[in-house]
């Protein structure tokens, strides 16, 4: 580890666990859904804190939502409320840049936020290239669903995979998604986050190219390696990922009840 520098969720977008402590919000990748966060919902849960994992517009059970960062942004917000108005947001991947853009609109929800695999901004070059790819793989027979299968499979552990696509796979959101974030000033948003920042990154993630900018920009930020791990880092190593998340609990609980004395 490294240092440096009022609406209400609809009950089926929401997993609930726990009965206390401070409350977790866990944002999920693209494509997939709330249920990617099972294993770590578990661990937070055992731990005896509560734990909502979101469904964002367009996955899940509101794929037929469109995806905005607006929209995104405002379902954090939601579910934050939900959970008494003050959380650990943890995001990976889309849900990190989600994480990163809701934690600098509304500081005051935020008391830490793990932001996984989003170490790459999105530059308008690299975005224009993966959104034709999608518009490719669209136009597949199957839409690309025989492709996303394979992906899995190869990509995930059978537990991995099995949470991974137990809400459906969302194949249609990808150039929604990379049309909402072409452009977003990522750095911006994180230095205007006031909360500590955890950037957990697998060793092979091909997302953490720009880390040391990114942990740069944090005014209280955390860089996280692991070791053996991809860019789906929570669901290749879940047992590493929810010690890094029980490990940024205990930072933030901490922090909330110095700044309470």
Do not use: K
């Amino acid at each position: 580890m490294a240092s440096g520098g009022a609406s209400t969720v609809p009950a089926g977008d929401v997993s609930r666990t726990g009965p206390g402590g401070l409350p977790v919000v866990f944002l999920h990748g693209l494509r997939t859904s709330r249920t990617m966060w099972r294993a770590q919902l578990a661990t937070v849960a055992a731990f005896g804190h509560r734990a909502l994992a979101v469904d964002l517009p367009g996955h899940g059970e509101r794929t037929d939502e469109p995806f905005t960062l607006d929209g995104a942004v405002e379902a954090v917000r939601a579910a934050v409320d939900e959970v008494g108005g003050r959380a650990l947001v943890v995001g990976l991947s889309l849900g990190g840049y989600v994480g990163i853009a809701h934690a600098a609109r509304h500081p005051e929800q935020v008391a830490g936020l793990v932001a996984a695999s989003c170490c790459t901004r999105p530059h308008a070059a690299v975005v224009g290239a993966w959104d034709l790819a999608s518009h490719l793989i669209l136009r597949l027979p199957d839409g690309g669903a025989g492709l996303n299968d394979l992906f899995v499979r190869l990509a995930l552990p059978p537990a991995g995979a099995a949470d991974a696509g137990a809400g459906g796979f969302a194949l249609g959101v990808m150039s929604p998604v990379l049309r909402a974030l072409r452009g977003v000033d990522v750095l911006g948003d994180l230095r205007r986050v006031v909360a500590p920042v955890w950037l957990v990154n697998g060793r092979f993630d091909h997302f953490r190219g720009e880390e040391r900018a990114f942990l740069a920009a944090c005014r209280d930020g955390r860089l996280v390696v692991v070791p053996g791990a991809t860019h789906l880092v929570s669901l290749v190593r879940p047992t590493r990922f929810g010690r890094a998340v029980l490990e940024a609990l205990a930072v933030a609980e901490e922090r909330e009840r110095v700044a309470t004395r």
